[in-house]
Nanobody, 128 residues
């Protein structure tokens, strides 16, 4: 079993920044062999994939809505993935979830395919 714990959410003004963290743990889990990504769900909306990063080649994928503003990174030694969010907009308000699954990245990762384990989420609110 794998546990994911997100942190770093909070209230931020439009144009501001936040960095989310997600720590993965498990008896035999090592992030080296897993894809890991971030998803979000806003009130009244469906969950959407925000960003995902491969363990094999480090290639990152982003939703069009966050390209150029968000950056995903991973520290395999710490079993941790980060999401640096800059130039935040009110429409970025959502609960952000971390999820992981085995390599390779599923082509439909943005819909949650290939992600076997999920965290409980951290709330990001962008408001003045």
């Amino acid at each position: 079993q794998v546990q994911l714990v997100e942190s770093g959410g909070g209230l931020v003004q439009p144009g501001g920044s936040l960095r989310l963290s997600c720590v993965a743990s498990g008896a035999t889990f090592t992030l080296d062999y897993y894809t890991i990504g971030w998803f979000r769900q806003a009130p009244g909306k469906e969950r959407e994939g925000v960003s995902c990063i491969s363990s094999s080649d480090g290639i990152a994928y982003y939703a069009d809505s966050v390209k150029g503003r968000f950056t995903i990174s991973r520290d395999n030694a710490k079993n941790t993935v980060y999401l640096q969010m800059n130039s935040l907009k009110p429409e970025d308000t959502a609960v952000y979830y971390c999820a992981t699954g085995p390599q390779p990245i599923n082509p439909n990762w943005g819909l949650g395919y290939g992600m076997d384990y999920w965290g409980k989420g951290t709330l990001v609110t962008v408001s003045s």
